[in-house]
């Protein structure tokens, strides 16, 4: 089974504060994703990687950047917290050559910033 | 830009009240249309994908369709345990990125 992990499940973090936010996968998909999820708003995509060191901005990039280094590995950076940005976050990732094209989720990150 | 609507945005069904949910789409060129289940506290899990008018697919009591606009999510005699959010997404050709709507939360009263 594919799994895809995240480093945290619940985090409280004050504003202003830097935010490492960690996704793994063990499937070697070469696509992986950031989102957000908001009551009323569903799933809106921040950043996607298609490979190592390569990413492309989505819906909402703003306040937010990435990091690729390794496959397996795909990190969301807050650089500087605010509170507009407590949500829950999700991590996916997908083959480019499955024809289902399924993205499989992590479990997420509920964020509280304060 | 792509655009998908859910409705209803909330559904209270009796155990074994059939119903369907709606999902409306506009977009450029399709290369899928996806339904994913969300339980509550954890991320989506797939079901299936559609990738063109008139395909059809079944999982258990769940049955999805495909039309030029719009899919249809039925479900069949359902049961508590299918209560759950229930996401639809669609995807471009020749782009990774998904679009998702809102979702539509289930509930199955026993």
Not at chain 2, 18 to 30: A, D, I, R
């Amino acid at each position: 089974d594919v799994k895809v992990t995240q480093s945290s499940r619940y985090l409280v973090k004050r504003t202003g504060e830097k935010v490492f936010l960690e996704c793994v996968q063990d499937m070697d998909h070469e696509n992986m994703f950031w989102y957000r999820q908001d009551p009323g708003l569903g799933l809106r995509l921040i950043y996607f990687s298609y490979d190592v060191k390569m990413k492309e901005k989505g819906d909402i990039p703003e306040g937010y950047s990435v990091s690729r280094e390794k496959k397996e590995r795909f990190s969301l950076i807050l650089e500087s917290a605010s509170t507009n940005q407590t949500s829950m976050y999700l991590c996916a990732s997908s083959h480019p050559r499955d024809t289902s094209y399924e993205q499989y989720f992590g479990p997420g990150t509920r964020l509280t910033v304060t | 830009e792509d655009q998908v609507t859910q409705s209803p945005e909330a559904l209270r069904l009796q155990e074994g009240e059939s119903s369907s949910l709606n999902c409306s789409y506009t977009v450029s060129g399709l290369r899928g249309l996806f339904w994913y289940r969300q339980d509550p506290g954890k991320g989506p899990e797939f079901l299936f994908t559609l990738y063109s008018a008139g395909e059809e697919k079944e999982k258990e009591r769940l049955k999805a369709t495909l039309t030029k606009k719009e899919s249809f999510l039925h479900i069949t005699a359902p049961k508590p345990e299918d209560s759950a959010t229930y996401l639809c997404a669609v995807q471009t050709l020749g782009y990774q990125k998904v679009t998702f709507g809102i979702g539509t939360k289930l509930q199955v009263i026993p």
